[in-house]
């Protein structure tokens, strides 16, 4: 990659220069979500950052293997305790639904909410209960190699023998004498070795309802686990970059790093990428805090604290103004001041196409380019890449005036550059531009189906013609029949 791409790895606690481990190659696996909610701004951070990170490795012509999983079983309430019911039987007890129909809601819901924000899909999106077998497999080679144990049909991993031989607590920086003191050993955990081993297995009560066979019993795999499982399914035993937000370090990935360890021998994950925080008054946003914000509340502006609705694209380029390892503190002020800069950005880029090319150039657009591309080399700053991009709209303005001037040639070499930026590393679009292409295929195909629907009368198909009007103002569609045809609104 030109000019070197350098990444900040969590596991050294330093900046590195990012080597692939096959060249050209880029294995990525990403923490996804928990699908018992809705998606709320604190899910949008982690996407719409790796989704700038695989953005900017496939520009740089890196073949990238993206993974991202849905975590669909074995997420208990308490996740560090590993205590409570599953998030998402709990969520289909309430709801009345079979827990499958839970995931699909709100997987549904996520991956229209990812549509929004412009986050391409992943290469392969598993699903931990499609991935038992590679998981019993897993807890298997783990056990045969000394580091977990079977306890009245559970199975956990030993931590204090795996930390004679290995680091447990290397990635979040804990060490097991400190980990010892601070976790207390909780009512019905009697057969644990220790409190802090963590369950690759549990066995499931008589109420529990997603539950899977095993040698063990019936029961359902460890939260940790599937993405050890499927992170080295579809990347290998040992593969480039694993992400997910800072609260993920532990014990999530330190109990991944520890269960690969313990099954291959070898640590799985080169670079560790972890995202920071979005808090709202210093407070991390957390469903379980309670003062998250959903995605589609975001949007059409319904949630209480919000002055008013945000756009998709303002809500994406709020999220990039920030480093990705840096927490953004929400404000409705923040997201405005983030719709104005957006807006300026766009307007710039649209300018473009109104600019006067000179026969001489006074402006520096390789400068321009090589300050952008080192901010995003330096660890995906891209705040100080958007920084510059600012400085490439004063120069487009200042052209338009005709204050400085712009061969043919750096105007093309302009143009290819800010809207490659733009749209095809920050991933921002114009949606006042798509809304406009989307009303008129909308007016399209409602004129076709009242065409239809006169067509259908004509020839005395009145059921037909029924069906069509029925099903328009069923999508809230008024239709008025005139002496010349029809008339339409939305209501």
């Not at 809705?38 to 293997?65: E, M």
């Not at 952008?372 to 487009?396: Q, T, W, Y």
Request: hydrophobic letters at 35%.
């Amino acid at each position: 990659m030109e000019n070197q791409f350098i990444i900040y790895n969590t596991l050294t606690r330093k900046k590195e220069i990012f080597k692939p481990l096959i060249e050209g190659r880029v294995g990525l696996y990403v923490c996804g979500p928990t699908v018992y909610s809705n998606s709320h701004l604190g899910h949008a951070r982690p996407n719409i950052t790796f989704d700038l990170l695989f953005r900017y490795l496939t520009f740089w012509g890196y073949k990238v293997r993206y993974v991202r999983n849905i975590t669909d079983v074995g997420h208990l309430e308490d996740e560090v305790e590993e205590t409570g019911e599953d998030k998402i039987s709990k969520k289909a007890r309430i709801e009345q639904l079979e827990p499958m129909e839970v995931v699909q809601k709100y997987m549904n819901t996520f991956h229209r909410n990812m549509n929004d924000l412009n986050v391409l899909s992943p290469s392969i999106e598993p699903r931990a209960s499609g991935h038992i077998i590679e998981q019993q497999q897993l807890i298997s080679s783990i056990i045969n190699s000394g580091y977990a144990y079977e306890a009245n049909g559970s199975v956990y991993f030993d931590v204090e023998k795996y930390n004679q031989k290995y680091n447990y607590g290397k990635l979040s920086g804990r060490n097991l004498d400190d980990i010892k003191t601070n976790t207390r050993r909780l009512d019905g955990q009697d057969e644990k070795k220790n409190s802090f081993d963590f369950a690759l297995w549990k066995k499931a009560a008589p109420e529990h309802i997603m539950r899977w066979s095993s040698e063990w019993g019936e029961g359902f795999p460890g939260w940790h686990l599937e993405c050890s499982a499927m992170s080295s399914k579809y990347l290998g035993e040992v593969f480039d970059i694993h992400g997910g937000g800072m609260d993920l370090i532990f014990p999530h990935h330190e109990c991944e790093i520890a269960q690969s360890t313990a099954g291959q021998g070898k640590e799985a994950v080169r670079y560790w990428m972890h995202n920071n925080m979005i808090t709202i008054n210093g407070q991390k946003m957390a469903r379980s805090l309670g003062n998250f914000i959903a995605l589609d509340e975001l949007f059409s502006g319904t949630h209480k604290i919000l002055e008013q609705a945000y756009s998709p694209m303002t809500v994406r380029f709020f999220i990039l103004q920030a480093h990705y390892r840096s927490t953004i503190d929400f404000s409705n002020e923040a997201l405005k001041a983030a719709e104005k800069g957006l807006e300026r950005l766009l307007s710039a880029a649209k300018t473009l196409d109104e600019l006067n090319v000179s026969s001489e150039t006074t402006v520096d657009v390789s400068g321009l380019k090589e300050k952008c591309f080192a901010a995003l080399n330096d660890d995906l700053n891209s705040p100080v890449a958007i920084a510059h991009l600012f400085d490439g709209v004063r120069m487009i303005n200042l052209i338009k005036a005709g204050t400085e001037k712009i061969s043919a040639s750096d105007f093309s070499n302009l143009k290819s550059f800010f809207n490659t930026m733009i749209f095809d590393i920050l991933g921002l679009k114009d949606e006042k531009t798509e809304d406009s292409g989307n009303n008129q295929i909308l007016e399209g195909a409602v004129n076709l189906l009242l065409t239809l629907r006169v067509e259908a009368k004509a020839g005395k198909d009145w059921a037909t013609a029924d069906k069509i009007r029925n099903e328009l103002n069923a999508l809230g569609v008024e239709i008025k029949d005139t002496k010349d045809g029809f008339e339409w609104s939305l209501k």
